[in-house]
């Protein structure tokens, strides 16, 4: 089992739609969570960061944490062509010397 | 603020030679990071290092080597360049592990061995 995982993906939307991004990982100890918006040939940007259970909201982006069921998720409301992007989902483990573990990413297409 | 920058952005390399992938952060980070990014993947972490003169092994350092001498650069050696060395490799920084840890991303540089 991989330590991230996300949606195999590719994700396609309706322009306006609720687009819902998820992720599980294998470790209990993780504490941070953090989602990165990576535009084709660009490099990782983060939008998203959650670190309790229940919802963290910003803007159209809402970050959804689950501790129990170990899993995290992203809604982005009112999709729109920009959005258009792969999303990685990464778990910071405080044993783990800073690092964090990446999810492979699942790639969001909102069409117009 | 510059932020994360990286030399060169594109560059190909015959098998067998070398060359040094530079990483500047201007963010008083602790933390640096090296990964690569083959196609439709994720980020595959190669070395990190927690503060100058202190560095250790991601999942996959073989074929690179590192140093950090100073706070602000963070350079990556590759020796006796391989095909299976094409990608793109990105550089990051954080604050630390006391911190959430959020890592800020250099703009990459793609790597080609032919």
């Known amino acids: 089992q991989k330590e991230v995982e996300q949606n195999s993906g590719p994700l396609s939307v309706p322009e306006g739609a609720i687009a819902s991004l998820n992720c599980t990982y294998s470790?209990?100890?993780?504490?941070?969570f953090f989602w990165y918006r990576q535009y084709s040939g660009k490099s990782p940007e983060l939008i998203m960061s959650?670190?309790?259970?229940g919802d963290k909201e910003d803007g159209r982006f809402t970050a959804q944490l689950n501790k129990a069921s170990q899993y995290v998720s992203l809604l982005i409301r009112d999709s729109q062509p920009s959005d258009s992007a792969t999303y990685l989902c990464?778990?910071?483990?405080?044993?783990?010397?800073?690092?964090?573990?990446f999810g492979d990413g699942t790639t969001l297409t909102v069409k117009p | 603020n510059a932020g994360v920058t990286q030399t060169p952005k594109f560059r190909i390399l015959k098998i067998g030679q070398s060359m040094t992938l530079q990483c500047a952060q201007d963010?008083?980070?602790?933390?640096m990071y090296w990964y690569r990014q083959d196609p439709g993947m994720g980020l595959k972490l190669i070395y990190y290092?927690?503060?100058?003169?202190?560095?250790d092994k991601g999942e996959v350092p073989n074929g690179y080597n590192v140093s950090r001498s100073t706070t602000e650069d963070f350079p990556l050696r590759l020796e006796l360049a391989a095909p299976s060395q094409t990608s793109v490799y990105f550089c990051?920084?954080?604050?630390?592990?006391?911190?959430?840890?959020?890592?800020?991303f250099g703009p990459g540089t793609r790597l080609t061995v032919l």
């Open positions: 990051a920084s954080s604050y630390g592990a006391a911190s959430p840890n959020e890592q800020f």
């Open positions: 470790d209990r100890v993780s504490q941070s």
């Open positions: 959650i670190y309790s259970n």
């Open positions: 990464a778990v910071n483990i405080p044993t783990n010397a800073g690092k964090s573990t």
């Open positions: 963010m008083n980070h602790n933390y």
């Open positions: 290092s927690v503060g100058a003169g202190i560095t």
